[in-house]
Structures are given as C-alpha cells and as structure tokens.
C-alpha cells in the first residue's frame, strides 16, 4: 500500500531527496518516502538505495504517525565536551604527578585515559601552559633494573662508532687529496696533448 502525501509534504521531501547541503542521510530518507509514495516495491528501494527492510519500516512507521517532523534522528549524538578552565587545572594538576605504570613521564593519550577526557584537550592544555613533559631538562632516574648496563653498552657503541668516524675522515680527507693530484695530472696531461698537437 502505498504512502499518501501532501503537495507540501511531496515538495520538501523533494527538496530533501535532491539537496547537496543537507545530511546525506536525511537526503536518503526523503527518497525511501517519495519511493515508497509512488508504490516502488520493497526490493526495489533495497537495490536503489542500498537499505535493509527494516531501514525501509522504520522510516515509513516514523513519517506516518509524525510526518516529516518523524524524519528526524532522535539521538543527537554526544554532547561535545569542551575545555574549561576547571578541566585545564585538574590536566595540569595531574601532570606534576608521577604516572600510576612507572613510566617516566605524562604522555596525552596516557593522561588522558587516566582522566577519562580526550587525549586533545590534554595536549591543548599543555599548550597553553607552555609544557612539554617529554622533554625534561633535569635528570629523570630509570625504573629498568637493567639501566646501567643498556647505557653502558650504548655509550660503548658511541665511543666505538666516534673512533670509527674519525678513521673515516681520514679516510676521506686522503682520497679527496688523491681525487685532486688525479685531476690536476689529467689536466696538465691533456693541456701538454694540445700544446704539441698545436706545433
């Protein structure tokens, strides 16, 4: 049976079906109405508009009893959680504090799942405070039992990769000399070549 409709209720959900500035899928509601007004079948609005059945029953129940003010979502979504000056303090409050895992400092999406807010308005926070916790320019003792011989081992690597890089520069200082004797000789070779050929 097919939906009846108004020339009013025809023209807005026309307007709705064709608009490019609305929500596309207010934009598809409207057309599952008109459809379903002009006695297309079922399986034809699945196929057109790639929708389920009960999409289809949802939509056609909601416009019958309430009309087009039926059409609307009736969840409007989370509210948006917005950045306070008393949510500022208690990001920056928790910051001084030490993290509850033993880590060495606050990362954003660490503090904020702590806090239970968005790792943005942490960083925002942090922004505004000028703080960068990360970058500590005091020294900050390691919880790693095994500490002291990773540095070891690393400040080793150094010492050994600087040696090594001082014998490369040698290296290269010794080729770029053989580089420049090599050319010189091929240019006095080449000019001495022209010069007899010249006779």
């Not at 025809?10 to 598809?28: F, G, P, Y």
Request: aromatic share 8%; proline share 3%.
């Amino acid at each position: 049976m097919a939906l009846t409709l108004t020339t009013d209720d025809r023209m807005e959900l026309e307007r709705r079906a064709t608009s490019r500035t609305i929500r596309a899928e207010d934009a598809k509601r409207a057309k599952v109405i008109l459809m379903l007004a002009d006695g297309t079948s079922y399986s034809t609005i699945e196929a057109t508009l790639w929708c389920y059945r009960d999409y289809i029953n949802r939509w056609r129940r909601r416009f019958a009893t309430r009309g087009l003010d039926g059409l609307r979502s009736r969840h409007r979504g989370q509210k948006p959680t917005v950045l306070t000056p008393t949510l500022e303090a208690r990001i920056l409050a928790k910051t001084q504090q030490r993290p509850p895992d033993g880590s060495t400092h606050w990362s954003t999406r660490k503090l904020a799942r702590v806090l239970k807010i968005h790792h943005n308005h942490v960083q925002t926070a942090w922004t505004r405070a000028g703080l960068q916790p990360h970058r500590f320019e005091r020294y900050m003792r390691s919880d790693d039992p095994d500490f002291e011989t990773k540095a070891a081992d690393v400040l080793g690597l150094r010492r050994r990769s600087e040696r090594l890089r001082s014998s490369c520069c040698l290296l290269l200082a010794i080729h770029y000399l053989m580089m420049v004797t090599w050319r010189l000789t091929l240019s006095l070779t080449n000019t001495r070549s022209l010069s007899a050929a010249s006779w």
